[in-house]
Nanobody
C-alpha cells in the first residue's frame, strides 16, 4: 500500500511562484523516478518534470528555466518549484513515483490525488 499526499497548489498571479510537494508513505522499499504531470482544461495530460534516482532531471520544453524538480529521499518527497508562472500553466498537477514496495516484485507507478494550480493574468 502506497499513499501519495500532494500540497502547495493554489491561486497565483502571472509571474508569481508556487512550490508543490508530494510525500509518499507506506510499504516502500525504494523509489526510482519521481515526477509531476499536469492536465489543463480540455487538454491532454502531459509530463512536466521528472527526476531519476541519481538526480538527473527532465522537463517539458515549456517549463524549462522556470520550474525546478527536486527530491528528498529521506522523506520520500518530491517538490516542484514553479517560478515565473504563466496562465497556460493552469492545470491540475499530479505527482507520480515509480516505487518498489515490500509487497511487490517490481517497480510500479503510484499517483497523487492532484492539486489545482491556477494562474491569473
Amino acid at each position: 500500500q502506497v499513499q501519495m499526499v500532494e500540497s502547495g497548489g493554489g491561486l497565483v498571479q502571472a509571474g508569481g511562484s508556487l512550490r508543490l510537494s508530494c510525500a509518499a508513505s507506506g510499504s516502500i522499499r525504494s523509489i526510482n523516478t519521481m515526477g509531476w504531470y499536469r492536465q489543463g482544461p480540455e487538454k491532454q495530460r502531459e509530463l512536466v518534470a521528472r527526476i531519476g534516482s541519481g538526480g538527473a532531471r527532465n522537463y517539458v520544453d515549456s517549463v524549462k528555466g522556470r520550474f525546478t524538480i527536486s527530491r528528498d529521499d529521506a522523506r520520500k518527497t518530491v517538490h516542484l518549484q514553479m517560478d515565473s508562472l504563466k496562465p497556460e500553466d493552469t492545470a491540475v498537477y499530479y505527482c507520480n513515483i515509480l516505487a518498489l514496495t515490500y509487497g511487490s516484485s517490481g517497480y510500479q507507478a503510484y499517483w497523487g490525488q492532484g492539486t489545482q494550480v491556477t494562474v491569473s493574468s
